[in-house]
């Protein structure tokens, strides 16, 4: 397949332009990104010179860019991963997530819609369903309660993409995934930031009293589902995607402190995340019976796997969390 990706220079999209060319998914892959605080292309250094890739810089908010790019490289079908990511980042300044989430996804739904594009895969999230309470988990008919700017606005882009299949016929397609982890994570989120602050002796903050639950699922889990949502999955259809490991955050950091030797005081309480979501759990045999696909990293490899990672690239850290980080950490943890 020819593949259009947004957003393939962030975490999971580059996860997935790195294994869609690796495993051949992709005859042909460009890579539409601006680059923002959270687009590395250090992360593509391992397949920056096949002759399949070719990188563009540009906002997908700009229509005509998108449309250009199609016209040129008659992509089979987007795979749109671009979007500003983080709850936190949300609550400190929603404006971009508007932006990008909402009026982004919407200009390159327009850019496919004016191009006749064959396939629409929409990446988005859990957190569209909200905190659920036990025991229930959230299957894709379950309704829609957004407690963050970040989950809002995937939410509004979630329901445009599907209105261009209702409507227009195209042929979109949404996966729904949980909290993703793994190598490459910019660690604004809990486990690079809990990885990354323990391997330093610094202080891991704790939002409230930690007992939230995530589901934890593998980023190569995730692209290998988004493939198969893609490939064998129904366009107008929604597939949930998640690890089926759902654990207290306290739990998990506690494992990374284990697992690098360093002592649980290092957990400090800090004040609590507004509209903080308390537990986030789905089903995902949709997708399972639909596709064949199931996630196939347990949680405690996959952790010693990333911690490895960030272990090995103390370099790429170090690069992340200069300048503009240290501003975010600032704002967001100080005095907290
Ligand atoms: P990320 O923040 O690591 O990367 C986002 C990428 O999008 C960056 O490369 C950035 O430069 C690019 N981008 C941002 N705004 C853009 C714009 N206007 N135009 C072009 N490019 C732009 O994000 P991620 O964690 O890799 O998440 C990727 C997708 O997966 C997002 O849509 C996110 O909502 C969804 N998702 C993430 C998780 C998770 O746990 N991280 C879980 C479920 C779903
Ligand atoms: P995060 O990685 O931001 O993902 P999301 O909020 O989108 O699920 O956070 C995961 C959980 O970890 C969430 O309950 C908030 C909590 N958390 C902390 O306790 N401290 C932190 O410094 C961060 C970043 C998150």
Redesign the pocket.
């Known amino acids: 397949m020819k593949l259009l990706v ?9 996860a997935f332009v790195r294994l869609a060319l690796r495993e051949n998914w992709a005859s042909r892959l460009v890579n ?5 605080y ?3 292309l250090e992360n593509l250094t391992t397949i920056e010179a096949d002759p399949r890739y070719r990188f563009a810089q ?4 700009d229509t005509k860019l998108a449309v250009s790019l199609i016209e040129e490289e008659k992509p089979d079908a987007i795979v ?7 709850v936190d980042r949300s609550i400190l300044g929603p404006a971009a997530f508007v ?3 909402v009026r ?1 996804t919407f200009s390159l739904l327009e850019a496919a819609r004016a191009t006749k594009l064959p396939r629409f895969l929409h ?5 569209v369903y909200g905190s659920i309470d036990e025991p229930h988990d959230a299957d894709e008919e379950y309704p829609l309660k957004t407690a963050s700017p970040y989950s809002a606005s ?1 939410a509004g882009s979630d329901l445009l993409a599907l209105s261009y299949f209702t409507t227009f016929k195209m042929a979109v397609t949404v996966t ?6 793994g190598p490459y ?2 660690p604004e ?1 809990l486990i690079p930031l809990m990885i990354s602050n323990a391997l330093e002796g610094k202080p891991l903050p704790i939002y409230g009293d930690g007992l939230q639950v995530r589901d934890w ?1 593998f980023v190569d889990d ?1 692209c290998r589902a988004i493939w198969a949502a893609l490939t064998k999955g129904a366009p107008g259809q929604i597939y949930n995607v998640g690890g089926s490991r759902a654990l207290p955050n306290r739990t998990v950091v506690e494992k990374i402190l284990d697992a690098v030797g360093q002592p649980h005081t290092l957990m400090t309480t800090v004040a609590d995340r507004p509209g903080h979501d308390r537990r986030y759990a789905i089903t995902t045999e949709k997708l399972e019976k639909a596709t064949g696909w199931h996630a196939l990293m347990p949680f405690e490899q996959g952790l010693a796997l990333t911690i490895q990672w960030y272990k090995d690239n103390a370099p790429w850290i170090a690069r992340v969390r200069s300048g503009e980080y240290q501003h975010y950490y600032d704002k967001n943890y100080q005095g907290r």
């Open positions: 947004t957003g393939g220079a962030g975490f999971i999209g580059s539409l990104d601006k680059l923002t959270a687009g590395n540009g906002d997908i908010c749109h991963f671009a979007a500003e990511s983080h932006e990008t989430n982004g990446v988005s999230t859990d957190e995937k729904r995934a949980s909290n993703n982890y994570q910019f989120k699922l995730h």
